[in-house]
């Protein structure tokens, strides 16, 4: 069952019944197969077709009416295309490679391209890394569902709402599992002026001094109460909510770690919220929900498995114009707009001297890009 975001929304599902009702379905094709019926024809009464389109079907469909007789029986690789192949798909690739030879063309298709080799490397680490760790297998069956997480939208004349990263998540696991992995570059800001002081490390982050937060999706807050200090943030919105004035609505809150995704009941492609450091509202759209099957990593530990790094552009620093920015730097007179942003070189080498000691009167705030997070 799938729909996309484009503002298709689908009734409600509940997910606990989504996996019995399929649960069944499967246990009684099975069963009907023990018994010495096909399995294709158990499945074409359940989708009250005949057996007459089954066998149709199976023909059209199948693999060998995909070959003409004349395929080697040897598989052939070409590191370059043979001269003598005169297609006209390969004449537009060998022009396409031809101009690829350009770096500065061989840069603005890879900016321009639909996936990124980043985003492949990335997924296949995090896959990596996860085998080798002890392995759980996966219980079974169980759901997938894909849920897509998108960056705190920021009014703005050309502002749009654009996806971050998409997680397929077990039924079994809990919301604090999910939450666990969205990354925002506002969980890793350092508050403060670092000027007088640039190599001071020791700094808690954003995330481990304020670990509140809820996702809200159908009328219900789940909040994160794991530690005793969280606030739970529904709490006067529910109240404010309830007041005559603004249609006394009736909310409900939860706790999140005590939720599991087979508890909830969704709608594909409905924009939910997520919610953290008091006002960084992230959308969140779950657009998909299926059974898990072959192709999916069947270790535990794998989940939630990243399936897509979207690609961004890096800010970089306004010095080099080749660093990463890491810095940003307000009220000096050595650069040409407040903010400026810098890398850690260009920050040494412009706003201090060689005793280390700042250059005029600024403040330096540590810039984390969305890009690099």
Do not use: W
């Given at each position: 069952m799938e729909t996309s975001s484009d503002f298709q929304v689908s009734e409600l599902i509940n997910v606990g019944n989504f996996i019995n009702e399929w649960d069944d379905t499967a246990r009684s094709c099975c069963q009907k197969l023990v018994e010495g019926t096909n399995q294709q024809y158990a499945l074409a009464r359940r989708m009250n077709i005949t057996e007459?389109?089954?066998?149709?079907?199976?023909?059209?469909?199948?693999?060998?009416?995909?070959?003409?007789?004349?395929?080697?029986?040897?598989?052939?690789?070409?590191?370059?295309?043979?001269?003598?192949?005169?297609?006209?798909?390969?004449?537009?690739?060998?022009?396409?490679?031809?101009?690829?030879?350009?770096?500065?063309?061989?840069?603005?298709?890879?900016?321009?391209?639909?996936?990124?080799?980043?985003?492949?490397?990335?997924?296949?680490?995090?896959?990596?890394?996860?085998?080798?760790?002890?392995?759980?297998?996966?219980?079974?069956?169980?759901?997938?569902?894909?849920?897509?997480?998108?960056?705190?939208?920021?009014?703005?004349?050309?502002?749009?709402?654009?996806?971050?990263d998409t997680f397929l998540v077990l039924g079994t696991q809990k919301l604090t599992e999910l939450r666990d992995v969205v990354t925002c570059v506002s969980d890793l800001s350092v508050a403060g002026d670092f000027s007088d002081n640039p190599d001071l490390t020791a700094i808690s982050s954003a995330k481990d001094i304020f670990k509140s937060g809820f996702f809200f999706m159908e009328g219900i807050f789940y909040d994160d109460m794991r530690d005793p200090l969280n606030i739970r943030y529904s709490k006067e919105i529910i109240e404010w909510a309830s007041e005559p004035s603004h249609g006394q609505n009736t909310y409900v809150a939860k706790n999140m770690e005590d939720t599991r995704f087979s508890d909830l009941t969704v709608r594909l492609g409905q924009p939910y919220l997520y919610m953290h450091q008091g006002n960084c509202e992230h959308i969140i759209i779950i657009s998909d929900i299926r059974l898990l099957h072959s192709s999916d990593p069947h270790e535990l530990q794998s989940y939630p498995f990243k399936v897509l790094n979207n690609r961004t552009r890096r800010t970089v620093c306004r010095a080099c114009m080749t660093g990463t920015a890491r810095w940003m730097v307000e009220k000096s007179h050595l650069t040409p707009d407040s903010p400026n942003f810098l890398c850690n070189v260009c920050f040494k080498m412009l706003l201090y001297d060689k005793n280390n000691k700042k250059i005029g009167n600024f403040e330096a705030k540590k810039f984390f890009d969305s890009a690099v997070k």
């Open positions: 007459e389109t089954v066998d149709e079907l199976t023909d059209v469909c199948s693999v060998d009416a995909l070959l003409t007789g004349k395929e080697p029986q040897k598989e052939t690789l070409y590191k370059q295309i043979p001269e003598d192949l005169d297609l006209y798909c390969t004449r537009f690739q060998k022009y396409e490679l031809e101009r690829r030879k350009d770096f500065g063309y061989k840069q603005m298709v890879a900016r321009n391209m639909k996936y990124s080799l980043s985003e492949n490397i990335k997924c296949s680490d995090h896959r990596q890394e996860v085998m080798t760790k002890t392995k759980s297998p996966v219980l079974c069956p169980n759901i997938v569902l894909t849920v897509c997480v998108h960056r705190p939208y920021i009014p703005g004349p050309y502002s749009k709402l654009r996806q971050d």
